[in-house]
């Protein structure tokens, strides 16, 4: 009999412990189950170092247009990298996650052999308190979102096998919903901007006026347009293909951008027409805009099979008046750009009232 009350209460030990562990999981799990970049990151520096038992922890974000990670959050409280460089030498072991998809391991940086991290290379060494730490790479559908790494465990004694079940389940979790995020945000991108431009579209640009516009009736301010018209891309189109037209549609929309600040809002229009918001900007200023549109897309040609196409725009601006509408303001807008036409192209032209019958 004493025999069966031992046996039952070690059968009450374990799943207590069990219990108390899934208690701190599940709702960490649910944490993380959302479309809030913020609060995966929250979750990252905060709650699973307390997990683990790891005194720092740092989440960086990859950036696979530029091959970067990017940090996003970190609790060190000194410096640490802000980026690396998929392409850094030598190699990194962020580096190696990613590149292996591989949690990686190591109970004693000194010692470490693949790689070998000399200490020459590690500049914030000397920030630690132990040697040992978990680089994790955070997977979704098979390709790495990001990296997150855990550093210093506060026992000394390296990560256990349940740390590194905690750790692995995880970064399933991590993964998959920063993988959600970027979706969901290029989704929403893909939804405001031109797929071959990646200017906001013709419903978006309408949107921007219409805030714009109401903004400047409320609280004072200059908003100029430009409107802008490809010339003679249908004869292009008609000499190298529709493909050739696209690629020179792409380089005049980067042209366009360069010549504009971060505050204005450039627009795929329509076909061959791009339109420009200038927020608190004169006429005057406007006009310099404009000319440097036209010659950042006339002085340099693009190449196409080993030819070079010659490139011009017709511009046409206005500025608000505070009594006007979005159609009204556009048809300004619309007037000049027709003038620059009839001028012959390749020259901006700016609406003036005593000429709109024209």
Known sequence: MPMTN?????????????????????????????????????????SIPKLVRVRFASLYI???????????????????????????TPTPLMVMAVRSKELILVPDIDTHKKPI?????????????????????????DRVVGVLNLADKMDGNGFEAGDIALIELFSQLIGASIGNIKLFERTQRQAITDGLTALVNHKTFYEVLEKELW????????????????????????????????????????RIKKCIRQIDTAARYGGDEFAV?????????????????????SNTPISWNNEEIELSISVGLCQYDAQGTPEDIMGRSD????????AGKNTVRVFEPSKSSL
């Open 117 to 141: 991290i000399k200490k020459s290379q590690r500049a914030f060494a000397d920030n630690y308190q132990t040697n040992n730490c978990a680089v994790v790479p955070l997977i979704c559908q």
């Open 6 to 46: 031992k046996n039952s209460e070690n059968t009450h030990e374990k799943p207590d412990i069990s219990i108390s562990l899934l208690e701190q999981v599940t709702p960490l799990a649910r944490r993380i189950n959302c479309l809030d970049i913020d609060r995966v990151a929250d979750v990252c520096i905060t």
């Open 277 to 297: 918001i200038l927020i608190n900007t004169s006429l005057i200023d406007a006009s310099v805009v404009a000319k440097r549109m036209l010659d950042a897309v």
């Open 335 to 342: 007037q000049a750009l027709y003038l620059a036409k009839q």
């Open 215 to 254: 903004r400047s009736r409320r609280y004072g301010g200059q908003i100029s347009l430009i409107m802008v018209d490809v010339d003679n891309l249908k004869k292009i189109n008609d000499a190298y293909g529709h493909r050739a037209g696209d690629k020179v549609i792409k380089e005049i929309s980067k």
């Open 62 to 88: 990859l950036d696979e247009t530029n091959n970067i990670l990017h940090l996003h959050k970190h609790n060190h409280p000194f410096l640490i990298n802000k980026i690396v460089s998929l392409n850094k």
